[in-house]
C-alpha cells in the first residue's frame, strides 16, 4: 500500500510538536519552522540526516525495527504513536496482510454470540459496550441502552460514537467535555486507519467527518493517535443529571478488532446514585413497554 503522505504527514507533525527544549538542545535563534529541525532529529536518532528526511518523505519501507525504535524516540512519541508508526512501517512493506485483523463486523451483519451477550448482561453497576475499532456499538447491556439513549434514538448517527460525536447536537449536551471527546474520537479513528488501512467502512466513516464536519476534519489533520484504555469522563445524561465515570477498556481475545469498555462510578458517589437511578428507570420502561406489547 502506498501510504507515503500519511507517513510524511505523521512525522512532520510530530516533530512539529517538540521544541529544542524537550529534546535537550539549545533553542538558538531564526528558526523558520516549529519544533525541531529534520537535522536536530537525525542526530537525536543517530542517523544521517539524508536518511532522515527520507523516511519523512513517506518512505518507511525497508525501515528496521531499530530505526523505527530510534526515530520513536527522537520525537518522543507515546505508546499509541509509536504502535502507529509501526502500523505505517508494515503497510508501507506490504507486511501488514500477513498482520491485518480481519474485516471490521458493522451493526447491520454481526451479532454477538450468546456468551459475550450474557457477559454484558451480567454487569448491572455501569453501562458495558462492546465497540469496533470504528466506534460503531456493536452490543450493549440494558443500562448502557438506557445510557446512551440519545444515540440511540438518532437514526444517521448508526449507533456509531463518532457520528454521535460530531454530527448529533445532542452530543454537546451528553459530553460536558466535549471538545475532549471529539479530540478522542479522532485520534481513536486515526490510530484504526494505521492499523487496518484496507478497511473501507473505515475510510467511509473518515470521509463523511470530514464532510460534515468542520471540527472533525480539523482534528483529522492533527494527525494525533490514542488508544481506548483507561480513564475517567464525565457526561450530563437528561434523565439523572451529571456523572463522573470511570472506564476500563478491554480487547476481545476472540473477536480480534474488538474491545468491550465498561463504565463505574466510585462507590458510595453522587455518580453511583445515578447510575442505579438510570437503572431502575430503564427498568420502569422495559416493564412498561412489556405491557404494552405483550409477547404472543
Known sequence: MDNREEVREFLTSRRAKITPEQA??????????????????????????????????????????????????????????????????????????????RRRPTTRQWTPHRSLQWTLDAITAGPAVVCNGRLDI?????????????????????????????????????????????????AILRREAG???????????????????????????????????????RFHHPAVGDLTLAYESLDLAAEPGLHMTVYTAEPGSPSEEGLRLLASLAATESAD????????
Open 24 to 101: 535537550g538542545l539549545p533553542a538558538g535563534s531564526r528558526r523558520r519552522v516549529p519544533g525541531l529541525r529534520r537535522s536536530e532529529v537525525a542526530a537525536l536518532a543517530d542517523m544521517s540526516v539524508e536518511y532522515y528526511a527520507k523516511l519523512e518523505r513517506g518512505n518507511l519501507a525497508g525501515a528496521s525495527p531499530a530505526v523505527l525504535e530510534a526515530v520513536a524516540r527522537a520525537l518522543q512519541l507515546d505508546d499509541a504513536e509509536r504502535a502507529h508508526l509501526l502500523h505505517l512501517a508494515q503497510a508501507a512493506d506490504g507486511s501488514d496482510a500477513l498482520t491485518r485483523p
Open 138 to 186: 456493536l452490543a450493549a447491556n440494558p443500562l448502557a441502552r438506557a445510557f446512551y439513549a440519545d444515540l440511540f434514538a438518532g437514526a444517521d448517527n448508526q449507533r456509531n460514537l463518532a457520528r454521535f460525536n460530531f454530527l448529533d447536537p445532542a452530543s454537546r449536551r451528553f459530553y460536558p467535555d466535549w471538545e475532549l471527546f471529539g479530540d478522542m474520537a479522532v
Open 195 to 233: 492499523r487496518d488501512p484496507h478497511d473501507k467502512d473505515l475510510h467511509d466513516l473518515i470521509g463523511e467527518l470530514s464532510t460534515r464536519s468542520e471540527e472533525s476534519r480539523t482534528r483529522w489533520g492533527a494527525h494525533d493517535v490514542r488508544r481506548h484504555g483507561t480513564g475517567t469522563k
Open 289 to 296: 413497554r412489556g405491557a404494552r406489547h405483550p409477547a404472543t
